[in-house]
């Protein structure tokens, strides 16, 4: 090892310093030594941080905090032994030094990473590229094995499980950066200048050269941020040139090449995304429906709105044929295909498939929960692979199979008032872009009413509800397999019926209700304008459907599987009923991976509370019910259903007195066969006596969530086999951990992050299963615990903007992002929440900007947190005085009720 430089003779005094500053050497590496075997976990490491405003992670703590400490160690010597000055040229000997240091794991890590990385020896990484905040998830790290496909469905497989969509006139490049494991600490102290090359996605191999020079759409060259010249810190943030106009319909690729302080580079590996429309104009695709469903919504129909809900089940399931001709049509004078990108949406939420694949596990709540009056997301779906090659000649047909969601589910009342939400018939609306290798983009396969590419059929979904769950129809199931094939398609039927498997023309989603007209009766009732103030008369005939609002693409991963849990415990509770523990609680829902059992009769035919289905037993049906719960009750052991009733519907039953038995009987659409308490219970029901093995079939619900840690099975001989939790949540990265020699701290800290996952479906929500609705008062509390634990980035973003799209015209913020009229009470009045609750959009924009710098974000919504600062100040000090406050503010005199806080301990 190289000796330090002689210490020049300055006296006894700074022999002692020197002393000391080996002193401090000993304790600094035996401190981080120790610290890192304790924790060994990867984290950030500040020393290079706070000259970098890009984040990174190191991949060998060890290493690595070894040699900053020996580095800043060694730098402490020689700043004490020589006065605080340093000998010139002696960075060479410090960091030879250091390099001595790291042990021979370090070095055989450093010879991995750059043979799995690139071959360039650069000491800075660039990882995990983002574009608009949205990083490409190439596969769900939950996601249950495929269920068997239908004989004729596509061998191909999808390419990922999300793909970023962006306007073209919105993309803005963002990564992550980190040092080479062993690098020197000077070297990867700062990015000295980067490179970014993004060029035209070439889906198949034998369709046009991938090297780095072909179809390269932009290059920004070498740039450099520190040289004689310049010494500037590295963007936060990169965007697309102006000057060069994107194709809507294209998927790009790109990557970063990052230079170190040594000039040395490194370059990520290619990702991508895709550009989407825009506006209006861009969609030749149209929304869809059964036409049954839409004439629900007509002022002619009789019926409450329970009737008419119950009228549009079975759910639809929608399809859409390319006849192999239209393809042949498109690829003439020998122009090859070289992407295909699949644009949907649906509302509730949608699933899709492509021949008969599954595109991605996606499907409780996609698109993310919004205003859907007023913006609608869409997905977009690389199906490049099932269109390439000799295999894929032919006809092919798009599925899309959806749920009631947040936009049709059941009409009860209670802490979500669903007469409040956009509400309408299920509806889809897609189309199919096709680019070869001219660039040409073509439009195929756009939804359209009444043409005979699309058709629509009752399917195997009897009833959905992110609230009570979900009700398969597997002898339908059974039946229709393969109905996203080209093999099982068919002529229209002309006559409309409300049968499964009945396959007619949709019509196009129709409504004479406006946009405005529906916010300024929401406003009225909100008190945040006065009825006089209304520009807009009331519709009361034609069609009573709520406006779909503008589509643009998701500003969030989807909600995707996250964990596959096996149970810790199955208990036997007797009369086939079976007790599975999964030990801890989340969102999601049971995945049966070799499907259910054979189902059985208990004694008497009576079954255990809330596992009956009467109209199935009066009808002979077979079925099994999987009831859902966070606890137990303490004397039967059964799930105790009153913690986790949906929407705070429950009567107690013969065990709780809160309130009396039936109570709930009579409640508005209140369903059957819950006993009381609005559960969370998915059914699946095979209506016929003789079940042939049909519930091996059963594999789990799609289109709702539950909240749990046990689930109940009811009734077979056996529990079923290879049976998992899916845990569900929005496909953010989780990045932030802590531990410490406290196993309450620990665990203290686990209970939070898992209560955070669970309540983090598009929205962040106060609770996972009676209301799931986006407060603001849990957005003050806990976003900046969020922020640590996931990268909120995105998610923020969209939160920030629902909130605009609720802000009424006076400024006012709501207690919720979409207004359901739960604590207004506690507000100032005309149409403000409770006001700190309220405040959560400008505080979640400051706290995003200080977290990611972006400013962006900040200019987008700066004049709408500034209406709401000023309504406070026009409507504060009166709105206080009414809700019995003195003229000072200093003494309240009422006897109202307001929101404490609900953080405080007992």
Not at 574 to 591: E, K, P, Q
């Amino acid at each position: 090892m190289p000796p330090l430089p002689p210490i020049p003779r300055l006296g006894r005094r700074t022999l002692l310093l020197y002393g000391l500053g080996i002193a401090i050497v000993l304790f600094s590496l035996g401190n981080i030594i120790w610290s890192t075997i304790h924790f060994n976990r990867v984290g950030s490491n500040s020393w290079s941080a706070a000259n970098s405003k890009a984040q990174f992670i190191s991949e060998d703590s060890f290493s690595n905090n070894l040699r900053h400490s020996a580095n800043e160690a060694v730098n402490i010597v020689k700043f004490v032994a020589y006065g605080g000055m340093f000998p010139e040229n002696d960075n060479e000997n410090a960091n030879a030094i250091i390099d001595d240091r790291i042990d021979s794991k370090s070095k055989d890590a450093r010879q991995e990473e750059s043979v799995n990385h690139t071959d360039e020896s650069g000491s800075i990484i660039p990882f995990e590229l983002s574009v608009n905040h949205l990083k490409l998830i190439t596969h769900a790290p939950g996601k249950p094995p495929t269920p068997p496909l239908p004989p004729h469905a596509s061998s191909s497989v999808p390419s990922e499980d999300f793909l970023p969509v962006v306007r073209p006139n919105e993309v803005t490049f963002r990564w992550r950066h980190r040092p080479r494991v062993g690098s020197p600490a000077a070297d990867a102290a700062r990015v000295k200048a980067y490179r970014i090359v993004a060029r035209r996605f070439v889906g198949c191999d034998n369709c046009g050269s991938k090297g780095d020079g072909d179809g390269v759409l932009w290059d920004s060259d070498k740039v450099v941020l520190i040289d004689n010249e310049h010494d500037i810190d590295l963007p936060t943030s990169i965007r697309w040139p102006a000057e060069i106009v994107l194709d809507i319909g294209h998927m790009i690729e790109w990557r970063v090449t990052l230079w170190d302080m040594a000039d040395q580079p490194s370059t990520s590996s290619w990702t991508k995304f895709a550009v989407g429309p825009e506006k209006e104009d861009d969609w030749k695709g149209e929304w869809i429906v059964h036409a049954i469903d839409m004439a629900t919504f007509h002022s002619d129909r009789r019926g409450d709105a329970c009737e008419k809900w119950y009228m549009r089940h079975p759910l639809p399931m929608f399809r859409g044929l390319m006849p192999s001709q239209s393809l042949q049509s498109i690829l003439h004078d020998d122009d090859q295909l070289v992407s295909a990108l699949l644009i949907v949406s649906g509302l509730g939420s949608f699933r899709t498939t492509f021949d008969g694949v599954p595109l991605s596990p996606s499907g409780p709540v996609d698109p993310p929960f919004t205003d859907y009056s007023q913006r609608v997301s869409y997905r977009g779906f690389d199906v490049t692979n099932f269109l390439v090659g000799d295999d894929n000649i032919g006809s092919h047909v798009v599925g899309i199979t959806v749920g009631s969601g947040w936009w049709d589910h059941r009409p009860v009342t209670g802490m979500a008032k669903p007469e409040l939400l956009a509400n309408g018939p299920l509806t889809v609306i897609a189309q199919l872009y096709l680019t070869t290798a001219s660039g040409k983009v073509h439009i195929t396969m756009p939804t359209k009413g009444s043409t005979a590419t699309w058709q629509v059929s009752r399917g195997h979904i009897k009833e959905s509800d992110l609230f009570t769950g979900e009700m398969i129809d597997l002898s339908t199931l059974t039946e229709m397999e393969g109905w996203d094939t080209s093999s099982k398609w068919s002529i229209a039927e002309t006559k409309l019926s409300p049968s499964q498997n009945h396959w007619s023309l949709p019509v196009s989603y129709i409504t004479n209700i406006t946009q405005r007209e529906r916010r300024e009766k929401l406003s009225v009732m909100a008190t945040a304008m006065d009825k006089s103030e209304m520009t807009t008369t009331t519709t009361r005939s034609g069609y009573l459907a709520s406006p779909i609002g503008q589509l643009f693409p998701s500003e969030i991963p989807p909600i995707l599987p996250m964990e596959r849990i096996a149970p810790d415990e199955i208990h036997d509770l007797g009369s086939g009923r079976w007790l599975l523990d999964f030990g801890r609680a989340f969102s999601g829902m049971l995945h049966f991976d070799e499907g259910l059992p054979q189902p059985i009769i208990p004694h008497n035919n009576t079954y255990p509370r809330a596992h009956g289905f009467g109209d199935a037993s009066e009808k002979q049906w077979s079925f099994i019910t999987v009831v859902y719960g966070e606890s137990l009750e303490m004397t039967t052991g059964d799930i105790n259903r009153v913690l986790v009733a949906g929407m705070g519907l429950h009567d107690g039953g013969p065990r709780h007195n809160a309130e009396p038995e039936g109570a709930q009987d009579n409640a508005f659409c209140f369903p059957d066969d819950h006993d009381g308490i609005l559960t969370q219970k998915d059914i699946y029901v095979y209506p016929r006596s003789i079940t042939n093995d049909m519930f091996s079939r059963a594999r789990q619900s799609h289109f709702t969530t539950h909240a749990f840690r046990f689930a109940e099975i009811c009734c077979t001989s056996e529990p079923p086999t290879n049976v998992h939790a899916l845990m569900y949540r929005t496909a953010m990265q989780e990045w932030g951990t802590f531990d410490s020699s406290s196993v309450l701290l620990n665990g203290g800290y686990e209970l939070v992050k898992n209560s955070m996952r669970s309540n983090l479906l598009s929205v962040q929500s106060d609770c996972p299963h009676r209301e799931k609705l986006p407060y603001g008062g849990d957005l003050i509390a806990n976003s900046p615990a969020a922020m640590h634990m996931f990268d909120m980035s995105a998610f923020y973003k969209k939160t920030i903007r629902d909130w605009m799209d609720a802000q009424w015209d006076n400024g006012a913020y709501t207690e919720t992002s979409v207004w359901q009229d739960l604590n207004d009470y506690s507000g100032i009045g005309k149409g403000a929440g409770e006001t700190v609750w309220a405040t959560a959009p400008p505080v979640l924009t400051v706290r995003h900007m200080q977290h990611y710098g972006d400013l962006d974000l900040l200019k987008e919504s700066i004049g709408s947190h500034t209406r709401w600062l000023e309504f406070l100040n026009k409507e504060f000090d009166s709105g206080m005085i009414k809700k019995g406050y003195d003229k000072k503010l200093k003494t309240y005199m009422g006897d109202g009720s307001g929101l404490g806080d609900w953080l405080a301990l007992p």
